[in-house]
């Protein structure tokens, strides 16, 4: 292999090998699998989710398999690449469909699935797809069970053995023991665990002497060894290899075994589990593993190991789906110093915070936005120029070409588009490579807060892109009367609710200027009586405050209450060019504010002049995307920096 190609292998610390699915997680919680009518979406499969594990709890993983030329084996790929998994390793097979499984939680422990891996793409990995100085820049590989059910899968696993091995490194065999992906169960017996075979029992044995750590349940252990007792099983292990192993135990938690088996099976390092309540076992074999080589590999003890991967695999339990519901390290620290008051992990409202703010889709350090999310404006606008209404949906399309223009596919650029208006320039905006977009739910004018369409907004988030903000606009101010409050403070509850419900990022809007004094106590006192209720959304929209004296008690609520808050972006309200750049440069020592989003000050002189019949479709883009980058530039002078 030439040079270059082996700098492209940046080191690692695990190279996970073998299956890689997408899983669809039946929604409806104690329903056959039959009577399922809707799922969730994640990626699966022991060594993907190892990935993503080790990846959050800061290891540097990739994974090392096949998947489909088609929209599930994107999927798997753009999300290990969102978890910052490496994908060095994943090959694309253009005659293979990417595995899927479908699952659903019947019962406690109980989580019927089938398997759709007829000739699947991951199944299909063979030697020519290991490649040496890729497998030689990992400090480690974990190889996988399933994936010596096949003479060419067993033979790539054993091929990146050999190169592992040469380089001084470290083989993990997860057992993973699926029976019915050996061919001995049935495909409605995708839950089963054991099924005692001699021919995986002889072909499993052959892989132990290579070991240098070796994890399996007590079934697993078993396979693994041909024997009918736990005990046994460990003996006949031992015999084979000199490998730390680890005892999975469920609830009970595990015991690590790193010399001699006596006859006490107890006589090993016990870590001992968490009390949580068992809402879904599956994946939790992968979160453990995860959690366990994050201290092996970290030079940890083994009890720190162990409680790290019991730890792990307490959130699992605890949770929906697989690799989606792995804690980050921030996550799983916060739980082992603080504990948890619930034994349903899910309904800690602290923890599943840290879960949501450390697990974002994307990182987002500036926002520069063309807010065109207005209705009652535009419409007004339409009204004198009499023009049909229905033409603002056409110019907020040529608005969000102005602001592509504008943002040339550079990271750190957005937009507001509404749904009234804004449908038709939502399929424009996703034809460009924007950061970010926010969508507003709220009833224009409205005080007390009221949503535009339904109050049932939850139903209407869940038809949303998951990657659109819900963007929600209050006119709040902390001297409001009582009841008002109270009101508005109900609805961002509830709206905030329903965010975290279906999966949504947040951004809220507070204008308070209009409705009462804005002195630089306004707007703090304003955020934390909504963080009293425990709101936190991701982003904060704020108008222009008088002094820096404000934006520095502002940013020290936001990070008293939420240090994980995306930020605050900066509104307009329709001010003049040179107070916006005024207002920029007022925020250059805060570092809470992030960026900005302007809608009238950019469009509104284009909507008047098209709507009117007085400037072309190409004059107005032109129009507006020379005031947005005015004041993109003009944001990035006043932090020093220059467009790119």
């Known amino acids: 292999m030439s040079e270059a190609v082996e700098a492209k292998h940046t080191p690692l610390d695990v190279i996970t090998i073998g299956r890689a699915s ?40 990739a994974l090392l398999t096949r998947v489909g030329d088609e929209q599930m084996g994107r999927f798997i790929r753009e999300q290990l690449t969102r978890e910052g998994v490496c994908v060095d390793g994943l090959k694309t097979d253009k005659e293979r469909l990417t595995a899927l499984v479908l699952l659903s939680v019947e019962d406690e422990g109980v989580s019927p699935m089938i398997f759709y891996r007829s000739d699947c793409a991951d199944m299909a990995l063979a030697p020519e797809d290991i490649d040496e100085a890729f497998i030689a820049s990992a400090r480690s590989i974990v190889v996988t069970g399933t994936h010596f059910s096949r003479p060419n899968s067993d033979a790539a696993q054993r091929k990146a053995i050999r190169i592992i091995k040469a380089k001084g490194g ?61 005990l046994s099983a460990l003996k006949t292990i031992r015999s084979l290899s000199s490998a730390t192993i680890v005892l999975k135990r469920g609830a009970m938690g595990c015991i690590v075994y790193d010399g001699p088996i006596s006859d006490d099976l107890e006589d090993g390092v016990v870590g001992k589990g968490f009390p949580i309540e068992i809402y879904n076992v599956l994946g939790a074999g992968d979160a453990f593993m995860s959690g366990f080589l994050r201290g092996w590999l970290g030079g940890e003890s083994f009890a720190t190991a162990a409680t ?110 509404d749904e009234k208006h804004g449908r038709k320039a939502m399929f424009e905006f996703a034809h460009h490579p924007f950061s970010w977009l926010g969508r507003p739910v709220e009833l224009p004018g409205s005080r007390p807060l009221r949503f535009e369409f339904s109050q049932d907004i939850g139903s209407q988030l869940v038809e949303w892109p998951v990657d659109h903000c819900i963007k929600c606009l209050c006119f709040y101010h902390p001297d409001d009367p009582a009841a008002l409050k109270e009101e508005q403070q109900q609805k961002l509850r509830s709206l905030f609710e329903a965010a975290r ?144």
């Not at 999310?373 to 120029?385: G, M, T």
């Not at 707007?523 to 959304?537: D, T």
């Open 22 to 61: 997408v899983d669809l997680y039946g929604q409806q919680i104690g329903s056959r699998l039959e009577d399922i009518t809707s799922f969730a979406k994640s990626v699966g499969g022991c060594p993907a989710n190892i990935s993503v594990g080790t990846a959050r709890l800061g290891l540097r993983s």
């Open 170 to 230: 470290k083989v993990v065999f997860d057992i993973d023991y699926r029976p019915n992906l050996w061919g001995l169960a049935g495909h409605a017996e995708g839950f089963e665990r054991y099924v005692k075979s001699d021919r995986v029992s002889a072909q499993l044995k052959t892989v132990l002497p290579d070991c240098d750590l070796i994890v399996g349940t007590e079934e697993e252990i078993m396979i693994a060894s041909g024997a009918d007792d736990c």
């Open 308 to 417: 790290w991967a019991n730890a792990c695999g307490a959130f699992a339990v605890s949770r929906l789906l697989c690799a989606p519901e792995y804690p980050t390290f921030e996550e799983l620290q916060f739980f082992l110093k603080n504990g948890s008051k619930h034994l349903a992990l899910r309904k800690d409202e602290a923890i599943n915070h840290i879960h949501w703010a450390t697990t974002r889709r994307r990182d987002i350090p500036s926002l520069m936005a063309l807010a065109c999310d207005h209705r009652v404006q535009l419409e007004d606008v339409a009204a004198k120029a009499g023009a049909d209404p229905a033409r603002i949906r056409d110019f907020k399309v040529l608005a969000v070409r102005a602001a592509a223009k504008v943002a040339a596919g550079r990271d750190g650029y957005g937009m507001l588009i």
């Open 501 to 644: 419900k279906v999966g949504r990022e947040l951004l809220i809007e507070i204008i308070a200027g209009k409705h009462g004094r804005l002195d630089d106590t306004t707007i703090p006192r304003a955020l934390e009586e909504l963080y009293a209720l425990g709101i936190k959304p991701d982003w904060w929209k704020l108008e222009p405050q008088a002094s820096a004296g404000a934006w520095a008690r502002i940013e020290a609520v936001i990070l008293k209450h939420d240090p994980w808050c995306r930020g605050v972006v900066l509104l307009g309200l329709e001010a003049p060019q040179d107070e916006l750049e005024a207002a920029f440069a007022a925020t250059a020592k805060a570092p809470i504010v992030k960026g900005f989003a302007v809608g009238r000050t950019i469009f509104v002189h284009a909507a008047e002049q098209w709507l009117a019949g007085k400037m072309s479709d190409d004059e107005a883009v032109a129009d507006m995307a020379s005031r947005f980058e005015q004041l993109t530039e003009a944001w990035l002078a006043a932090r020093g920096r220059k467009a790119a």
